[in-house]
C-alpha cells in the first residue's frame, strides 16, 4: 500500500497557480522547497462521512495511487509523493505543461496521416503497457491526454486521470457505469462485465474525431448519444473522410466492434498496417492522407466551449448547494464549502453522466 504522509504538503511544497480542476478538486503547480523542481499538486477533497455526497471516498483515492505507481511509463504521468490531510490529499505528480493533446492539433495549418500515427502510436503504447498490468484507464477521452512540452519538434504524450481505473483480478469480475458518454464502450451501457478491451473502443472513437473531426456517436443529448452507440448508429461520411485512407478507416472499424473479444488489442493496433505499414507504398499513402482539419478545428471549438459552460453551470449548481446547505450544521457547510464536486446525481441512462459536467459529452 501507498505510504501516504501526514506531515504538511505546504512544508515541501510552495503552491502556485491553478492548472486545471477536476471531479473533486483542482491541481496547482507547485515548486520543491528542497530542490526547487517543479511538479503538479492534485488536491483531492475527501468524503468526511459515509452518508456525504462530497468528496472522494479514501479508498478510491487508495485505488488512484496503487494504480499509478503500477504504471511507471514514459507516457504515463508519473506520481512522486502523497500526503494526506483530514479534509484532502494532495498527490504530487510530474508537470505536463504543454497543454492538452486536442489543443495542440487544432493549432496546426495540416496534419498528416503519418504525424496523427505518432501520437496515436505514443497512446497506444501507453495503453499496451497498462493493459500488461491488467489495468484499464476506463476514461480514455482527449482531455486525458497531454504534452509534456509543446516546444519540441516531437511532443511527448502524456495520459492524466486515473480516477475511474481499473486493475483486474483474476476470477473477480467488475462492472461500472462511469465514463463519458461520446467515448463509453457499449459494455458499460449495457452494466456488462468489462474488461481492458473498453479502452480499445475509446481509442476507436479518438482516433475517428481525430480524423475526421466528427465524433461517431453524438447525438443532441447524452441519452441519444449512449442510444446511437449501443445500436452501434455510426458510419464514415464522405464529406468528413474524403482525405482519409482505407487503412485509417479499417483500424477504425476493428475497434468500434460490439463485441469486446472481437476488438483489436492495444499490441495489435500497434502492428495493424495502419500503425506500422507492411510496405513503402502503405506507408506513402499515410502520408499523402490528411486529417480533416477544419472540421477538427470546429469540433476542439465546440469541445472547449462546452467544457467552459460545463464548468460555469457546476460552479453555480454548487453555489445553489452552498446556499441550501447554509441551515445544516455548521461542520456540514464548512465540509461543502471546500468542495468542489460536480457529480450529477440526477438519475440519467445507466447513470452514465458521472462525468459529464467535467467533459465534453
Ligand atoms: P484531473 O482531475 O486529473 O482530470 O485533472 C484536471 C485538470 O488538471 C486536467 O484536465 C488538466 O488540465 C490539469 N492537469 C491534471 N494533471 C496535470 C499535470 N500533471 N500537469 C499539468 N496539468 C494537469
Not at 29 to 35: F, K
Not at 253 to 281: F, M, Y
Not at 282 to 305: G, H, L, P, V
Request: charged fraction near 30%; aromatic fraction near 8%; proline fraction near 3%.
Amino acid at each position: 500500500m501507498a505510504l501516504f504522509k501526514l506531515q504538511n504538503v505546504e512544508d515541501f511544497y510552495e503552491i502556485g497557480d491553478v492548472l486545471g480542476s477536476g471531479h473533486y478538486g483542482q491541481v496547482c503547480a507547485v515548486r520543491e522547497r528542497a530542490t526547487g523542481a517543479r511538479w503538479a499538486g492534485k488536491f483531492l477533497k475527501l468524503r468526511r462521512s459515509a452518508s456525504s455526497r462530497l468528496g472522494l471516498e479514501r479508498k478510491s483515492v487508495e485505488k488512484e495511487v496503487e494504480i499509478l505507481q503500477a504504471l511507471p511509463h514514459c507516457n504515463i504521468m508519473a506520481l512522486k509523493d502523497v500526503f494526506e490531510s483530514r479534509a484532502e490529499v494532495v498527490l504530487i505528480v510530474e508537470l505536463i505543461g504543454g497543454g492538452e493533446l486536442f489543443d495542440f492539433v487544432a493549432e496546426k495549418e495540416n496534419l498528416s496521416e503519418g504525424e496523427a500515427i505518432e501520437f496515436m502510436k505514443q497512446i497506444l503504447e501507453a495503453v499496451s503497457f497498462m493493459h500488461s498490468k491488467k489495468i484499464a484507464h476506463f476514461d480514455l477521452k482527449p482531455e486525458n491526454m497531454m504534452l509534456l512540452d509543446k516546444e519540441v519538434s516531437h511532443p511527448h504524450i502524456k495520459i492524466i486521470d486515473f480516477g475511474l481505473a481499473h486493475c483486474f483480478i483474476q476470477g473477480k469480475e467488475y462492472k461500472s457505469l462511469s465514463g463519458t458518454p461520446q467515448y463509453i464502450a457499449p459494455e458499460v451501457i449495457n452494466y456488462e462485465p468489462l474488461s481492458v478491451a473498453s479502452d480499445m473502443w475509446s481509442i476507436g472513437v479518438i482516433t475517428y474525431i481525430l480524423l475526421s473531426g466528427m465524433s461517431p456517436f453524438q447525438g443532441d443529448t447524452d441519452e441519444e448519444t449512449l442510444r446511437n452507440i449501443v445500436s452501434m448508429n455510426y458510419e464514415f461520411e464522405d464529406r468528413y473522410f474524403s482525405d482519409t485512407s482505407a487503412v485509417a478507416k479499417d483500424f477504425i472499424q476493428n475497434l468500434l466492434v460490439k463485441d469486446p473479444s472481437g476488438r483489436l488489442t492495444a499490441e495489435e493496433c500497434l502492428v495493424h498496417p495502419w500503425i506500422k505499414p507492411l510496405t513503402r507504398n502503405d506507408a506513402a499513402s499515410r502520408n499523402r492522407s490528411s486529417i480533416n482539419m477544419k472540421n477538427f478545428k470546429k469540433f476542439n471549438a465546440r469541445r472547449k466551449w462546452k467544457m467552459s459552460y460545463n464548468m460555469v453551470w457546476a460552479c453555480n449548481r454548487l453555489c445553489r448547494m452552498q446556499l441550501l446547505c447554509k441551515s445544516d450544521t455548521q461542520e456540514d457547510s464548512d465540509l461543502r464549502k471546500c468542495e468542489s464536486d460536480q457529480e450529477d446525481t440526477e438519475t440519467k441512462p445507466a447513470s452514465l453522466i458521472r462525468r459529464r459536467l467535467s467533459s465534453n459529452s
